[in-house]
């Protein structure tokens, strides 16, 4: 269980970077899963529709202005890559993105506020082993 909320919180860090330079109010679940898609191609380098290990350590290093730990990159790889071939498809993401947007909003009504992220993002770092 610990480890899916890790995860989770890794894939909702993919999402909330691009969703954080959007205007704050409600966000749809096509907005949300729009803004993912685009990080998720912003890095795919060589353009062949999927992310490698290596793609999402270089993406990440871009985004953050370090290299990331592995363990989130073990994370990442685990909660997006369904079929463990090493690479995240765009379907393997917008799965993963969507199942994170079904949780986040908390009142089932098709968006979700900057309280409803806030609020996920709390419950996972509370899930986060010490």
């Known amino acids: 269980m610990k480890l899916k909320m890790i995860a989770g919180v890794l894939t909702l860090g993919l999402a909330l970077p691009a969703a ?3 205007p704050m109010g409600p966000m749809t679940k096509a907005d949300f899963m729009a803004r993912g898609k685009a990080r998720i191609e912003a890095f795919d ?8 290990r290596e793609e999402l350590v270089a ?23 369904a079929d463990h071939d090493g690479k995240i498809t765009i379907a393997e993401a917008e799965t993963a993105q969507g199942a994170m947007f079904d949780r986040m909003d908390a009142n089932h009504d098709g968006s979700v506020t900057p309280e409803e992220m806030m609020a996920m993002q709390q419950r996972m770092q509370a899930q986060k082993p010490q």
Not at 45 to 52: L, M, P, R, Y
């Open 20 to 22: 954080a330079q959007a």
């Open 45 to 52: 380098a060589n353009h062949d529709g999927s992310v490698s």
């Open 59 to 81: 993406g990440i290093t871009k985004q953050m202005g370090s290299p990331p730990p592995p363990a989130m990159i073990d994370g990442i790889m685990g909660n997006m890559d």
